[in-house]
């Protein structure tokens, strides 16, 4: 298998120097990252997987939340009809 990897310029800051440097990018013109790169790419990966757990985590909280509302509003409802002298179905 043939790697097909090319030299090209970037613009940018690396180690506290602002310039132009020699990368590499793929065939489809990705830039190949710097490990320091790869690394930060990874925390902020891992961030937003945190934040989208944490949503979930609260949505579902909402959710059993809104469930045990409903399960109260409808045992209050029984209790009203058990006192008007009718038996709830169910």
Do not use: C, H, M
Not at 2 to 17: A, M, P, V
Not at 18 to 41: A, F, H, K, N, P
């Amino acid at each position: 298998d043939e790697i097909s990897l090319f030299l090209g310029i970037w613009q940018g800051t690396r180690e506290n120097r602002t310039g132009y440097w020699l990368r590499w990018w793929d065939q489809q013109g990705e830039l190949l990252l710097w490990g320091s790169e790869l690394v930060i790419q990874e925390q902020q990966r891992a961030e937003q997987e945190r934040q989208r757990a944490e949503q979930e985590r609260q949505r579902a909280e909402q959710e059993q939340q809104r469930a045990e509302q409903e399960r109260q509003r409808a045992e209050k409802l029984a209790a009203q009809l058990r006192a008007a002298g009718i038996e709830p179905e169910g």
